[in-house]
C-alpha cells in the first residue's frame, strides 16, 4: 500500500553502459546563466512553501488575519508548536512513524531481497512467469482492496492498531524488482556457481554473497520504503483513530476542525516535516542517486 | 432496601462523589433527592469497587470542556482512570464512530454522539448499553431524552449539552449603519419572526454593504430546526424532496440570501468564513449556545460582537450531543458512571463556562451559577441568562431518521452551491433530488 | 557501483565438511555421505528458490489478492458497514454506480487532476533536468534542492498550499490582485480547483521526474551532441531535436507510473477544504473519495467495492494502453 507512487525506472537504452559514462566524462560545455537563473527559481519555489509555513507558523493569528504580507518570520513559532504538541497526541504519532516506517522499511527490504536473490540469481520452474507477474502486480493497485481489508482488519480485531497499517503495506512488488534488477548486476554468476561447486547451501550463499552485495541496493528501497510509508496517509487515515495516529493522520486533525488558525496549522507541519527533513540532509545524496540509478538500470 | 457507602472526597468542596460498594445487591437505585447536589450516584457493580483498577476511555470531539472535570472525576472515583481521545469535528467523530462500530472493537467506553448522527445509531441500539437509570430521571426535557430512546423504549445515549438558539451580531456594525446596537433593541429591532428578521435585514442592506448574515446553509439549518418532519416519515419513506416544508424554508432562505442578497455567502466552517470574522464579514448570524465559543476563536481581537435574546420562530435547538456506551465497552457499569457524572447538571455548568456547551439539563437552568455566566469578549453579554432563556423557548422537536445526516448534508451542498454560483437555486435542488436518490 | 567480490568467511576446501554444520543430522564419517550430499545439494537448488520468493507471494495473496477478488464478492451483495453482509444483489450495484452521475463526474476529475498534474510535471522536470545537465558547479547541491519537495508528505503539502490558495484572502489571490488579476476562486471553480491541486501534486513529484530525466540524459551519447553542434545547430534546437527524442520512453515510463498514482489520488482533493467531500458540486471529488463517501460516510459498503472493482478495471485498462504504445516505441527504437 505505500509503493511509490511514481517509481524509478530504466532507460530504454539499449547503448552498453560503459562506454557512455566515459562519453559523459567529455563536458559539453559550461553552464549559462540562464540555467542557474532558472535553477535558482526551481529552487526558491521548492524551498518557499516550506519557509512560508514557517514564517506564518511563527506569528499569532492576529498578525495572519491582519491581511499584511510578509516573508519575515515573526516570534511565536515555539509558543504555537507547543500548543500544536499539546493539541495533537504528537509525540505518540512521531513514534507511531517511525514504528511503522522502520517496521515496513526493514521487512519489505527482507522480503525483496530474497525473492530478488531467487528470480536474479537461482533456476527454477515457473520463474519467468512469476517474475512477470511481479512486473504486473506492481499495476494492481493493492489500495483498491480497502473494502475488504478493512472487513479482514475488522475481523481480527486489528481496527486502530499499527499492525492494520504494517502488514497491508509489506506488499512491494516494486521491492521484489527493483532489487532483482540490482542482484543481477551486482552479484556475478560466477561467484555463485564456484560457491555451488564448492558445495555451499543456497542459503549460505544468500547469507554470505548475496546478503553483501545486495547491501547498497536494499539500503536504497529502505530509505525509499521509509518514505513513502511515512507520508502514507490514505488507509493508516482509515484505520487509526485520532487518539492513536501516524504523523499526516494526526496532521490532518489540525485543519478538520471548526476553527482553523493558520498558525497552528503550519507549525504543526513544520513540526511533522523536520523529521523526513533531517532524514533528507543526511541521506539526500544517497536519494539523488538511487532515483538516478533507478532510472538507468535495466 | 439500598446499601450504600458514601464518602465525600477531601478536595470536592462544593460536589460529594459517592463511591458505591454493593455487597451483592446489584440493583441499587440512587436515592439522593436532588441530583444537583449528587451528581452521578448509581451502580457499581461488586468487581470494581473490590480495588481493581480501570482504565476507560472517553473519545468526544470538538469542544465538550470535559478537560478539568475528569481530574475531579478520577478523584472521586480513585478506583476509575479515564484516558481523554479528541476528534476535531464531529464529522469525523461520526467517521470514527461507523468505522470502530463496523469494527466490533476498537471503540471508547463512552463515546460522544452528535444529535444530527444519533438516529443514525439508534438502528443499532442492540449495539449500545441502555443506559436507563433512576438516578438521570428527569434529568433532561422531554426532547432531548427523545431523541435518544429506540423504537424499544431503550435510552441509549445521556445528554450533554443543547443547542438553543439566539442572534449574535457586530453592534459596531449596526451602529456604524445607524441602528440600535445594544441588546434590547436590537432583539426588538430583530423581531420574532423569519419576516421580521428578513426586513431588518433588507433595512441594513440599504444602509450598509456589509452583508446580513453569514451563509444561506447556517440560516436555512436555524429554519429547518423548527420543522416537525422534514426529511423523512416516521415509518421510514423518505419525503425530503417533496416535502413541501423543506421546499418551502429553501425557498424563503434562497430569496432572502440571494435575491435580497442579504447572505455574505460564506459557507460554516470554510477558511474564508474563519477569515472573515477577522474582515467585518457580516453583521449578525444565528448563534445556537456553542457557536459563542466558536465566534471568539475566530474574531480574536475584534469588538463588537454582542447576542440578542430573541430567535426568529420563538426558539430552536441546534446541535448538542449525548454520550453513549457501547457494548463493546468491557466496563458498562463503570462507563455509564462516567457518562451519568458528567452529564450531572453541575459538571455541564463547568463545562458551558469553560468552553460554552449549553448543559441541556433541567436543573441547570435555574441555576445561580449558570445564570452568572457572561463573557466578556461579547460586550459582556450575560450569555448564561440568555440561552436559557431561549432554550425554554425550545419547544419544536424535529423528528430525524436514519438519513437526516445524509440528508441534510445533501441540502447543505445545495445552499453552497448556490452561493458558490455554480448552480442556479433550481439545478441545485434537482441535484440535491438525485443525491438524495443516490442515497438508495 | 561497486560489487562485493567477498567470498564466504569460512568457506571450505573441496576436501572440507561443507554444511556439515547446517546438516546436524547427516551421519558423519560415511562413505556414501558424498552422494547424499549430491542429493542433497540438489534438492537445495530445486526446493530454495520457492523458499525465497515464498514470502512475497503468501504476502500478495492475502493482502494483494485475496482482498481484490473479496472485493469482487462484496460488491455482488447489499453489504453495510455495520450491519454488515446483507442479500445478494447481483450486479445492481454496479448498475446503480454507473446509473448515477456521480461515477462520471468523478472520473472526469480524477483524469483532468491526472492531466493537469503529468503534462506540465514532465515538461518542467525536462527543463529542469536540462538546467542540472548543463555542467554546473556544485552539481549535487542542485540535485539535493529539487528534491528537497518529495520528503514533504502530501498532507502537510496540501496543508500548506491550501492556506496559498485561499480563495479571498489566500496569498495567491492577493498577488494576483496586486497586478490587477480578479481572484480566482479556487475552491468554486471546477478547473481551477484541479489546477490547485495538480500544482500540489507537481510541487511534490516535478525534482523528483527531473532527476530520472537527467539519468536519461547522462546516457545520450555525446557525440550526437558534438555532431549537432558542428552543424551549427543551438542549444535550444538540440533540445528540442535530440533530448527529447532520445527520452521518449523515458518520459512514457514517468507517465505510465503517475497514472497509477494518479487514479488513485486522494490525500490532496480530501484535504483541499474542511469538509473532505470534493466540494459542493463535486468540482474535484475524485474516485477514490467517491469511493471512500460511499463507503465510510454513507456506510453503503456494496456500492464502494463496486466503485472499487471499476477503479481496478480503469487502472487496468489504462495500464494496458501504456504497455502497448511503449512495446511500440520499443520496437521502433530497436529496429
Same mark, same amino acid.
Given at each position: ?298 | ?440 | ?102 461515477? #462520471? ?80 476562486? #479556487? ?96 468540482? #474535484? ?23 472499487? #472493482? ?26
Amino acid at each position: 500500500m505505500t509503493a511509490p507512487t511514481l517509481v524509478p525506472v530504466r532507460a530504454p537504452e539499449p547503448t552498453p553502459a560503459r562506454r557512455r559514462l566515459t562519453r559523459n566524462a567529455i563536458r559539453r560545455s559550461q553552464a549559462s546563466p540562464v540555467a542557474y537563473t532558472f535553477l535558482i527559481i526551481v529552487l526558491l519555489a521548492s524551498v518557499f512553501p516550506l519557509w512560508w509555513s514557517f514564517v506564518i507558523g511563527s506569528k499569532d493569528a492576529t498578525a495572519i488575519n491582519s491581511g499584511d504580507v510578509s516573508l519575515i518570520p515573526g516570534g511565536n513559532f515555539l509558543v504555537n508548536a507547543r500548543t500544536v504538541v499539546d493539541t495533537l497526541p504528537f509525540w505518540k504519532a512521531l513514534a507511531n512513524s517511525i514504528i511503522v516506517s522502520t517496521a515496513v522499511g526493514v521487512a519489505v527490504v527482507l522480503l525483496s531481497t530474497m525473492a530478488g536473490f531467487a528470480f536474479a540469481k537461482l533456476r527454477f520452474r515457473g520463474k519467468g512467469v512469476l517474475l512477470v507477474f511481479v512486473i504486473a502486480t506492481m499495476a494492481v493497485p493493492t489500495q483498491l482492496g480497502i473494502v475488504p481489508l478493512f472487513i479482514v482488519m475488522s475481523k481480527l480485531g486489528w481496527i486502530g492498531s499499527l499492525g492494520a497499517v504494517i502488514v497491508p503495506s509489506l506488499v512491494n512488488a516494486f521491492g521484489v524488482f527493483w532489487m532483482t534488477q540490482y542482484l543481477k548486476e551486482a552479484l556475478p554468476d560466477e561467484l555463485i556457481e564456484a560457491a555451488r561447486v564448492d558445495g555451499a547451501s543456497i542459503f549460505r550463499i544468500f547469507w554470505n554473497i548475496a546478503l553483501p552485495a545486495a547491501r547498497p541496493g536494499a539500503a536504497m528501497l529502505g530509505l525509499f520504503t521509509f518514505i513513502a510509508t511515512w507520508t502514507n496517509f490514505f488507509w493508516p487515515f482509515i484505520v487509526l483513530d485520532p487518539g492513536n495516529p501516524t504523523l499526516p493522520v494526526a496532521l490532518q486533525q489540525l485543519q478538520a476542525r471548526y476553527y482553523v488558525d493558520y498558525s497552528l496549522v503550519l507549525a504543526g507541519v513544520v513540526l511533522a516535516a523536520l523529521p523526513l527533513i533531517i532524514v533528507f540532509a543526511v541521506a539526500g545524496r544517497q536519494l539523488v542517486s538511487g532515483i538516478m540509478q533507478g532510472a538507468v538500470k535495466g | 432496601m439500598t446499601t450504600r457507602a458514601t464518602r465525600t472526597t477531601r478536595t470536592g468542596t462544593r460536589y460529594k462523589a459517592v463511591a458505591t460498594v454493593s455487597i451483592g445487591l446489584l440493583a441499587l437505585s440512587a436515592c439522593s433527592s436532588s441530583s444537583t447536589t449528587e451528581p452521578g450516584a448509581g451502580s457499581t457493580p461488586a468487581g470494581a469497587a473490590g480495588g481493581g483498577q480501570v482504565t476507560l476511555t472517553l473519545a468526544t470531539f470538538n469542544q465538550f470542556g470535559y478537560e478539568d472535570l475528569l481530574p475531579e472525576f478520577e478523584k472521586s472515583h480513585p478506583n476509575i482512570k479515564v484516558t481523554h481521545k479528541k476528534a476535531a469535528t464531529s464529522n469525523e467523530a461520526r467517521d470514527n464512530f461507523n468505522t470502530r462500530l463496523a469494527a466490533g472493537s476498537g471503540m471508547a467506553d463512552v463515546e460522544a454522539v452528535e444529535v444530527d448522527w444519533l438516529p443514525e445509531i439508534l438502528q443499532y441500539s442492540a449495539k449500545f448499553t441502555d443506559l436507563e437509570n433512576p438516578s438521570v430521571d428527569g434529568r433532561w426535557p422531554e426532547w432531548k431524552t427523545k431523541a435518544a430512546t429506540d423504537a424499544n423504549g431503550a435510552l441509549v445515549g445521556y445528554g450533554t449539552d443543547a443547542g438553543p438558539e439566539a442572534i449574535c451580531y457586530r453592534g459596531d456594525l449596526l451602529k456604524a449603519a445607524g441602528f440600535p446596537s445594544d441588546r434590547e433593541s436590537v432583539a426588538k429591532w430583530l423581531g420574532t419572526s423569519w419576516e421580521s428578521y428578513f426586513a431588518a435585514g433588507q433595512q441594513f442592506a440599504a444602509k450598509s454593504k456589509t452583508p446580513f448574515f453569514d451563509s444561506l446553509g447556517a440560516t436555512y439549518q436555524g429554519m429547518i430546526n423548527q420543522v416537525e418532519k422534514t426529511y423523512e416519515d416516521t415509518d421510514g419513506t423518505v419525503i425530503a424532496t417533496t416535502n413541501p416544508a423543506v421546499r418551502k424554508v429553501y425557498d424563503e432562505v434562497v430569496k432572502a440570501g440571494i435575491d435580497n442578497k442579504l447572505s455574505a455567502k460564506l459557507q460554516q466552517w470554510s477558511d474564508d468564513w474563519t477569515a472573515s470574522y477577522q474582515k467585518n464579514g457580516f453583521a449578525t448570524m444565528l448563534c445556537p449556545g456553542w457557536m459563542v465559543g466558536v465566534i471568539e476563536g475566530n474574531a480574536k481581537g475584534v469588538k463588537g460582537w454582542d447576542i440578542a435574546n430573541t430567535f426568529p420562530g420563538g426558539g430552536g435547538n441546534w446541535g448538542g450531543s449525548y454520550l453513549v456506551v457501547p457494548k463493546q465497552s468491557a466496563h458498562p457499569a463503570e462507563a455509564r458512571e462516567l457518562a451519568d457524572w458528567l452529564t450531572a447538571p453541575e459538571q455541564q455548568i463547568k463545562a458551558f463556562q469553560k468552553v460554552g456547551a449549553f448543559p441541556s439539563q433541567v436543573a441547570a437552568q435555574s441555576s445561580p451559577e449558570l445564570a452568572a455566566v457572561k463573557v466578556a469578549s461579547f460586550n459582556n453579554a450575560p450569555t448564561g441568562q440568555i440561552f436559557s432563556d431561549r432554550f425554554k423557548g425550545i419547544s419544536v422537536s424535529p423528528f430525524k431518521g436514519p438519513k437526516y445526516f445524509a440528508i441534510n448534508d445533501a441540502m447543505q451542498k445545495a445552499l453552497t452551491r448556490i452561493e458558490d454560483g455554480t448552480s442556479t437555486p433550481a439545478a441545485s435542488w434537482d441535484k440535491f433530488t438525485a443525491d438524495v436518490q443516490a442515497l438508495g | 557501483m561497486t560489487v562485493t567480490t567477498k567470498r564466504p568467511p569460512d568457506s571450505s576446501g573441496p576436501a572440507g565438511p561443507g554444511g556439515g554444520d547446517r546438516l546436524p543430522t547427516r551421519p558423519s564419517g560415511i562413505r556414501p555421505r558424498s552422494k547424499l550430499r549430491q542429493r542433497l545439494s540438489r534438492l537445495d537448488g530445486a526446493v530454495s528458490p520457492y523458499a525465497y520468493i515464498s514470502p512475497f507471494f503468501i504476502l500478495f495473496a492475502i493482502v494483494g489478492l485475496f482482498p481484490l477478488l473479496y472485493t469482487l464478492w462484496v460488491s455482488l451483495h447489499q453489504w453495510n458497514l455495520i450491519g454488515g453482509q446483507g442479500d445478494y444483489v447481483g450486479l445492481k450495484n454496479f448498475t446503480d454506480v454507473l446509473g448515477q452521475p456521480f461515477f #462520471w463526474k468523478a472520473l472526469r476529475n480524477t483524469l483532468s487532476i491526472f492531466v493537469l498534474s503529468s503534462v506540465p510535471q514532465v515538461i518542467f522536470a525536462l527543463l529542469i533536468a536540462a538546467a542540472l545537465d548543463s555542467g554546473l558547479r556544485a552539481k549535487a547541491f542542485w540535485r539535493m534542492s529539487v528534491l528537497l519537495p518529495y520528503v514533504i508528505a502530501p498532507v502537510a503539502v496540501v496543508l500548506i498550499f491550501n492556506d496559498l490558495f485561499g480563495d479571498k484572502f489566500g496569498l495567491i489571490n492577493q498577488v494576483l490582485g496586486y497586478v490587477g488579476i480578479d481572484p480566482v476562486q #479556487w475552491h468554486k471553480d471546477t478547473l481551477s480547483s484541479h489546477v490547485a491541486i495538480a500544482t500540489m501534486v507537481n510541487f511534490r513529484w516535478t525534482g523528483y521526474n527531473a532527476l530520472i530525466f537527467l539519468a536519461a540524459m547522462q546516457t545520450v551519447p555525446r557525440d550526437y551532441y558534438e555532431a549537432a553542434l558542428i552543424d551549427g545547430a543551438g542549444r535550444v534546437r538540440t533540445f528540442f531535436s535530440i533530448t527529447i527524442p532520445q527520452l521518449r520512453a523515458t518520459i512514457i515510463f514517468v507517465v505510465i507510473t503517475s497514472t497509477i498514482g494518479g487514479l488513485q489520488i486522494f490525500d490532496e482533493p480530501r484535504m483541499f477544504d474542511q469538509y473532505g467531500q470534493g466540494g459542493a458540486d463535486r468540482q #474535484w471529488q475524485t474516485l477514490t473519495i467517491y469511493l471512500y463517501n460511499i463507503g465510510w460516510t454513507q456506510k453503503n459498503f456494496g456500492r464502494a467495492a463496486a466503485i472499487a #472493482w471499476l477503479l481496478f478495471l480503469i487502472i487496468i485498462v489504462f495500464a494496458l494502453v501504456n504497455f502497448v504504445v511503449t512495446q511500440r516505441i520499443a520496437s521502433r527504437e530497436s529496429r
